[in-house]
């Protein structure tokens, strides 16, 4: 018999919620820079790129400079499972990641021997804060008998304890070829996500109890309201929103999985609960399209994201030129965590070499 159970924890909750406002009011806009000084910038940050053998990746929610960078001195942008594997594939010294810190240590745990850097060490996510190891550590020893498996925006602690780490793009499958082996699932730390796997492969799930601060402000009230306005739109989800918004959206799927729904479905419009970072890429991949973001403001409006991240904002040409200038906001794991956490990563890529990747819709 399938089984979702959520872990209630509210006490943990509230006090997640106090450090989350701790991080956030480290997440300062950057000073507007001018077209001179953005030009110099970017030039300068070329130029270091080729001097120390260096290659930026950046995920699809930093801002367009930046993704635009990445491309035009041959790094890479993408969605966090092709950062983790472009990081350890490229020949590079150093790689710059242009994101939040698990991408990054991610990218060290795979590349041992590369230097990791990135623009802001204090770029986190509140998946990752609401996990603690501690008590994460002491839920996986209470369920023994369960398979651990973590969304990968976790800390190398985290990914350490558990036998699989998975992305968006990926976490469907991996359950379904868990449950074809008999396993009982412990998933964490987003309960959405969690949610939305069950639902899919009826899988026996235990779930941790946290949610993405920028996807939990999507309001299926307004989104359906926009969807009589759009009736053409095809809408398009990232997994980590609340069930109520999955269960209208035509396409559920990871960043990369929705840009490429929106090159190839034959809708014109497109309503996109994910962070606005991606209409940069929406835009270059179909650029005869129109975008529109799902409402995050509702009557009861708590919005502090408006769709958009704020750690993944605090990545900035001037942040990542000082990291890579002074090589300064170097990622470092210890040694040992990294060898432990490197196995279930390392399961990951593995496991999507083998199989195709699907992009999930009602279609
Ligand atoms: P993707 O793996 O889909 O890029 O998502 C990462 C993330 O943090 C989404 O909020
Ligand atoms: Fe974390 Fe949400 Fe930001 Fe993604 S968008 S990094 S899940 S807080």
């Known amino acids: 018999m399938s089984q979702v159970e959520l872990v209630d924890s509210r006490a943990q909750l509230a006090a997640d919620t106090d450090i ?8 300062v806009p950057a000073k507007p820079l001018d077209l001179s000084e953005q030009q110099r910038y970017q030039e300068q940050i070329k130029e270091l790129l080729v001097a ?15 993704q635009d960078l990445a491309e035009e001195s041959g790094g890479f942008v993408g969605d966090s499972l092709e950062m983790a594997r472009y990081g350890k594939d490229c020949d590079a010294d150093i790689l710059i990641v242009a994101g939040v810190r698990f991408m990054g240590e991610s990218a060290k745990i795979l590349s041992p021997d590369k230097t990791v850097l990135m623009p802001t060490l ?3 996510c509140s998946l990752d804060i609401a996990c603690p190891v501690e008590k ?8 023994k008998d369960r398979t651990v498996v973590v969304y990968a925006n976790t800390s190398a602690a985290v990914k350490a304890r558990s036998d ?45 109890d946290a949610a993405c601060i920028v996807h939990e402000e999507f309001k299926a009230r307004g989104l359906l309201a ?5 009736p053409d739109a095809a809408i398009l989800a990232h997994p980590e929103s609340p069930a109520a918004i999955l269960e209208i959206a035509d396409v559920v799927g990871s960043t990369t999985q929705i840009i490429n729904a929106a090159k190839t479905l034959p809708n014109e419009k497109f309503i996109v609960a994910t962070d606005r970072g991606i209409f940069h890429k929406l835009q270059q991949v179909a650029p ?20 958009h991240c704020p750690w993944m904002g605090m990545n900035t040409l001037q942040s990542l030129y000082q990291s890579l200038s002074e090589g300064s906001n170097e990622i470092e794991v210890d040694p040992a965590l990294a060898q432990q956490a490197m196995i279930p990563l390392q399961r990951m890529l593995d496991f999507a070499a083998e199989n195709k990747l699907k992009v999930r819709g009602k279609a």
């Open 226 to 230: 926009m969807r009589k306005l759009y």
């Open 122 to 124: 204090n770029a986190t």
């Open 20 to 27: 989350v406002k701790q991080y956030l009011d480290q997440a």
């Open 164 to 208: 699989w780490v998975v992305t968006s793009s990926i976490a469907v499958e991996v359950v379904e070829h868990l449950m074809e082996q008999g396993k009982k699932i412990l998933w964490a730390p987003d309960k959405h996500l969690g949610s939305y796997i069950q639902k899919i492969t009826g899988a026996d799930m235990l779930l941790w």
């Open 136 to 143: 994460f550590s002491a839920f996986c020893d209470e369920h």
């Open 52 to 66: 120390r053998n260096a290659r930026l990746v950046a995920h699809y929610y930093t801002s367009a400079l930046l």
């Open 288 to 307: 005869d399209k129109e975008f529109i973001i799902a409402p995050t403001a509702g009557d009861d409006a708590t919005c502090r994201s408006c769709a």
